[in-house]
């Protein structure tokens, strides 16, 4: 089974609409974190976002909130207000075995291609 | 501050070539690790590091090498090149617990 499955492979929206990226997660770890990457046509890989399994509140950074629903493994990007420059692959991220100390790698989904229309 | 750093940007090998990509970080992180990008997919984690002398392979090991004799520097060796290691390299670091992971630049690597 997958443990990161991000059912949307492309996604055309409107610029200035809000966007929803979906993210499902599957671990039997009760300490993990979940990230959101953006990966532009460049390349690079741009963190936007980390959530906590433990932390109590959704995570925020500027245009960008993490829906957290723990209960139902769903971990859905938000993106608010969106830009041209949002034109990107998005992808979703897990890390597990933090309770141990020693963290392992990011299991990464297959991402989401999001086209930002004028 | 220069973050991750990764050497070289681009490469050409012929199959059973060796060569080793480099990845430094000047954030004294602990943890580091690299991974590679295949067309269509996410990144997929080859091997990792929690510090100095202490490595261990992730999902895709098989045909890499890796050492760490120090915090800073974290290399990836191809020992005998093969065309299916064609991809896009990403190294990466953070603490061992970090909240953020930062990623270098990307290699692009084809072996004919």
């Known amino acids: 089974a997958q443990k990161i499955t991000q059912t949307q492979p492309g996604m055309f929206v409107q610029e200035k609409e809000a966007v929803t990226l979906d993210c499902t997660y599957d671990?039997?770890?009760?300490?993990?974190?979940l990230f959101w990457y953006k990966q532009p046509s460049s390349g690079e890989m741009i963190f936007l976002i980390y959530?906590?399994?433990?932390?109590?509140q959704n995570a925020t950074e500027g245009r960008y909130s993490l829906n957290f629903q723990k209960a139902r493994k769903s971990a859905n990007l938000v993106i608010s207000a969106s830009q041209l420059g949002d034109s990107a692959m998005y992808f979703c991220?897990?890390?597990?075995?933090?309770?141990?100390?020693?963290?392992?790698?990011?299991?990464f989904g297959k991402g989401t291609h999001l086209i930002i229309q004028p | 501050n220069a973050g991750v750093t990764q050497t070289p940007k681009f490469q050409v090998l012929k199959t059973g070539q060796s060569m080793t990509l480099q990845c430094a970080q000047d954030?004294?992180?602990?943890?580091m690790s690299w991974y590679r990008q295949d067309p269509g997919m996410g990144l997929r984690l080859i091997h990792y590091?929690?510090?100095?002398?202490?490595?261990d392979q992730g999902e895709v090991p098989n045909g890499y090498n890796v050492s760490r004799s120090t915090t800073e520097d974290f290399p990836l060796r191809l020992l005998s090149a093969a065309p299916s290691q064609t991809s896009v390299y990403f190294c990466?670091?953070?603490?061992?617990?970090?909240?953020?992971?930062?990623f270098g630049e990307g290699s692009w690597l084809t072996v004919v």
């Open positions: 990466a670091s953070s603490y061992s617990e970090g909240r953020t992971i930062y």
């Open positions: 671990t039997s770890d009760q300490s993990y974190g």
């Open positions: 959530q906590g399994s433990y932390d109590e």
């Open positions: 991220a897990m890390r597990e075995g933090l309770s141990g100390g020693g963290a392992d790698g990011l299991t």
């Open positions: 954030m004294n992180h602990e943890y």
């Open positions: 590091s929690v510090g100095a002398g202490i490595t």
